[in-house]
């Protein structure tokens, strides 16, 4: 059941930071005391950061972080998919699975951002667990290029990590391709996701691996 408050309460602090998430941040902050260390600890720390941010710098600093870095990208098929035929069907998918309970978006609004997915995670946490599982990849990614770029935000995505499984050795290695080689393209000559320097250091390679890029 700590799962389903967490998940409620990330999907809220990953939204846009309007009037109506910082009128929730005492309530959010209450959740956030109940939940085990690992997942409340790195809210708390994101909501102290709420709390102190005047309105108008965490506004722009959410559109500078989300919406003009593409490696900082909420939108998880991205990574698995890239802007290929396959994300389309993908987001469709996602689609489906919401509609199944209920769950209807507005016209703008992409079923892949992390905050919606989160949103779904806290109505079916079966199904919701399944599909952050299947997208951990790009998830585990977006935390590191959060944390890389010291963004307040990387604090959040620690507390969704927190809410699943360690990484096994498939998901490590999955993690590191997308590191090296960005999402796939079905377009011949496009420019790398992001050149190598601008990329994060997954902290679980090996010295002789990450050590010429720190």
Not at 42 to 55: E, I, K, N, V, Y
Not at 172 to 186: H, I, T, W
Request: charged letters at 20%; hydrophobic letters at 40%; a negative charge.
């Amino acid at each position: 059941m700590s799962d389903v408050h967490a998940w409620q309460a990330q999907s809220l602090l990953l939204d846009y930071p309007d009037e109506r998430l910082l009128a929730r941040l005492e309530l959010l902050q209450r959740v956030a005391d109940t939940l085990p260390e690992p997942v409340g600890a790195p809210l708390l720390r994101f909501l102290d950061h709420l709390g102190r941010t005047p309105a108008p710098a965490l506004s722009a600093d959410y559109v500078s972080t989300f919406d003009n870095q593409k490696r900082c990208c909420p939108y998880l098929t991205y990574y698995a998919h890239g802007d290929t035929r396959k994300r389309g069907m993908a987001l469709l998918r996602l689609k489906q699975a919401y509609a199944g309970v209920g769950m209807r978006l507005v016209d703008d609004e992409l079923p892949d951002h992390l905050a919606v997915l989160l949103e779904f995670a806290a109505a079916s946490p079966d199904a919701g667990r399944a599909l952050l599982l299947e997208y951990r990849a790009g998830l585990e990614l977006l935390r590191l290029a959060l944390r890389e770029s010291h963004s307040p935000w990387a604090h959040v995505l620690e507390s969704v990590s927190a809410t699943l499984p360690a990484l096994r050795g498939d998901e490590r290695d999955a993690v590191a391709r997308l590191v090296a080689q960005g999402p796939p393209a079905e377009q011949v000559g496009l420019a790398p996701f992001a050149p190598p320097e601008y990329m994060p250091v997954p902290e679980y390679l090996p010295p002789q691996q990450s050590g010429g890029h720190r």
